[in-house]
């Protein structure tokens, strides 16, 4: 006799709804075991410490079990049933995924019914059933199922009194997998007073995203985009009321420009400034044209430190693992907490434009009485090249204003080193100025992101933002091709940087170069680190050193222009003109600001080649974009070149066309069995 378990016996503490192609695991999900003690908690405080208690025990055992850190293998034999259930359950805390008993048998022996099987699976195995919908005027809640078809699981058998061994096993999870480190907090935190407020805040902010409607609307668009793309990538967290609390998507185009662009990233949360906005995230970063471009779009109804670090989990997922190497946020307990969790060895920039913007509202009376005091705080914060001139310049205001004991200015001096670009020297951050802030799409979110706004409105205003912004992206793409640029200097270097540079990487170079013609180097170090002295028509006041290190064929400048944007200075383009050099030395040309930005192996090839299989479609999507993107890069040079280009593209389109077709029909074309090797 076999029993299996329904959907609606079960309760979920916290899952994690991941869609991708790649096979990949599940975040802060807690064990069945875990969780059924919850089922009976009530408002008492006895009641709550017992089952703190017990929780804490449990967590306790499975830490101190001896077989904590193995994992399940075919024949691992059990002296029961339960053993071999609180085995699987602690391996499946240790990984972060929910288990259940989906089947069982039975077995009539000596005429005494005998337990023989059992099989434990992950908590998203297998489909929710539909049932049928009963005649009643009163409406129900639709519920998000956490089920995905998951196919991992254990099945022990009996072979003897006291032997049971694993006879079936699925390791491979179809969804991602966070170890849960804050499993025990989680839990825990569900039993206090500050749990239900929180609760009511989440129904809140559900009501005012998705009023009257369903947060199916939101699934159902993942789904078709995902087949309609391979590479759409998205990820829904729902709490243990199926109840959406976070999602995250990006599309196959943000993905790959993530994999040109991603070295500098913000996180933007604007909404998070007015209440009558919808709870929008995004990542963003730059790309060689200085473009703000979008890597991935959140919404966030929990803003919570665990929310925050489940989004840029996710995030990191969705990127194929790859760390970026700075990424910019605004200020919040919550939000710098996840990023210190999730990205250790990233440089964490707080974003100063979001800092001043609040400095006129905090400091509102004094400027009223001292109109110039923001231009100046403003002055001192974008154009202070130092740390020693930063320092000056602000107690002088300080002392200027006698605003030296204000508890606003006090606390954003405490944390200086996070904003003030003097102190951020070094760290790459694509900004090609400090004065002048970079397009966001603030303007966007003020215009069609208030919650008025439906949901199916957010989304259709959304994608057409996405589509807008890459038919800008191509645009330049194009002029940079075909657009003749005007030089203003005799110097090898200027034409080289013609060649090169998209337009706008070429204009600020061109800026940089032609200011260097007025910059005289002085040698005041010999040897193998030669050291010289750089200055506008000598004065001492705007002088800069310069280092070149004769074992590296390389120079370095005190300015640190280069390493935070990626375009030589101004001192080190005075040395080479002086020095003789003819062109721009090869270490000097960043490659994500060139005509060549985007070519070259891309993130999934070159970070996390062995995590997808030969046969994976997003690696044929990827790779085939990749050559389109260079035929296309050709193909716009001339028109004989579009001619040909255009003609082979239908050519192949319809050849597509016509393979589909027959295999619809259930006809096989020769030749068809793996898909071609990849080119680089």
Not at 3 to 15: N, R
Not at 418 to 440: D, N, Q
Not at 610 to 619: H, T
Request: aromatic letters at 10%; hydrophobic letters at 35%.
């Amino acid at each position: 006799m076999e029993y299996s378990s329904s959907e609606d016996d079960e309760m979920v503490e916290d899952s994690a709804i991941f869609e991708d192609d790649v096979k990949a695991p599940d975040v802060e999900q807690q064990t069945e075991e875990v969780t059924s003690s919850l089922q009976t908690v009530s408002h008492g405080g006895s009641a709550l410490a017992s089952i703190r208690n017990a929780i804490e025990n449990e967590l306790l055992a499975v830490e101190d079990c001896d077989e904590v850190n193995q994992v399940p293998s075919p024949g691992m034999e059990f002296e029961s049933d339960g053993a071999a259930r609180a085995f699987y359950n602690a391996y499946a805390l240790r990984l972060g995924f929910g288990i259940r008993v989906a089947r069982s048998r039975c077995e009539r022996r000596k005429g005494v019914e005998v337990l023989v099987m059992k099989r434990f699976v992950c908590l998203k195995e297998g489909h929710h059933k539909k049932k049928v919908a009963e005649n009643s005027t009163k409406k129900k809640r639709k519920r998000l199922s956490i089920r995905d078809g998951c196919p991992a699981m254990m099945e022990v058998v009996r072979r003897g009194p006291e032997k049971w061994i694993i006879s079936k096993l699925v390791l491979e999870h179809t969804h991602i997998v966070v170890s849960p480190e804050r499993v025990r907090e989680i839990q825990l935190s569900r039993l206090s007073g500050k749990d239900r407020e929180h609760q009511d805040y989440l129904k809140e902010m559900r009501r005012r995203v998705f009023g009257e409607g369903d947060a199916q609307i939101l699934i159902n668009y993942f789904r078709r985009m995902q087949a309609e793309n391979a590479g759409f990538f998205y990820a829904m967290q729902v709490d243990n009321r199926n109840c959406l609390t976070n999602a995250l998507w990006a599309d196959a185009k943000a993905r790959m420009s993530y994999s040109y662009f991603g070295d500098a990233v913000t996180f933007d949360t604007s909404y998070r400034q007015n209440k009558n906005m919808m709870p929008f995230a995004v990542f963003t970063g730059l790309n060689h044209h200085g473009q703000t471009i979008v890597f991935a779009c959140a919404l966030v109804m929990d803003k919570t430190e665990s929310s925050f670090t489940w989004i840029l989990e996710t995030w990191l997922t969705a990127m194929c693992g790859r760390r970026p190497l700075t990424i910019t946020t605004d200020q919040g307990k919550a939000i710098e907490a996840a990023v210190a969790e999730v990205f250790p060895e990233t440089c964490h920039r707080l974003c100063r434009w979001r800092i001043l913007s609040r400095c006129q509202k905090k400091l509102s009376d004094v400027s009223c009485r001292f109109p110039a005091l923001h231009d100046e705080l403003k002055m001192c914060i974008n154009e202070s090249e130092n740390v020693e001139t930063f320092e000056v310049y602000w107690r002088t205001i300080l002392d200027k204003y006698n605003i030296g004991e204000n508890l606003w200015l006090q606390s954003l001096y405490s944390i200086r080193h996070r904003w003030v670009p003097a102190y951020l020297k070094g760290s790459f951050f694509a900004e090609l100025s400090t004065t002048h802030r970079v397009e966001t799409l603030n303007r966007f979110y003020r215009n069609n992101f208030v919650t008025e706004c439906s949901l199916q409105m957010f989304i259709a205003k959304l994608d057409q933002e996405m589509d807008s912004r890459y038919e800008k992206e191509a645009q330049e793409d194009c002029a940079t091709l075909n657009i003749q640029r005007i030089l203003k200097t005799q110097s090898p270097m200027e034409k080289q940087a013609a060649n090169i540079y998209t337009r706008m990487a070429f204009e600020k170079f061109q800026e940089e170069l032609v200011e260097a013609f007025n910059y005289y180097p002085l040698k005041i170090q010999d040897g193998p680190i030669s050291k010289f002295s750089v200055a506008r028509d000598g004065d001492a006041r705007n002088r800069h050193f310069v280092v070149f290190k004769e074992s590296e064929k390389k120079a370095y400048c005190n300015c640190f222009k280069y390493e935070g944007s990626g375009i030589p200075c101004r001192h080190l383009l005075g040395l080479f003109l002086v020095c003789g050099t003819i062109l721009i030395p090869e270490y000097c040309i960043l490659k994500r600001w060139t005509r060549k930005a985007k070519s070259g192996l891309m993130l999934q090839e070159s970070v996390h080649e062995g995590q997808y299989s030969e046969e994976s479609p997003i690696l044929w999507y990827n790779d085939l974009l990749h050559d389109a993107m260079k035929c296309v890069e050709r193909g716009a040079a001339s028109a004989e070149a579009y001619r040909i280009a255009k003609s082979m593209l239908q050519t192949v389109f319809a050849e597509i066309l016509g393979f589909e077709e027959s295999e619809s029909k259930g006809m096989m074309l020769p030749h068809v069995e793996k898909a071609p090797k990849r080119t680089g």
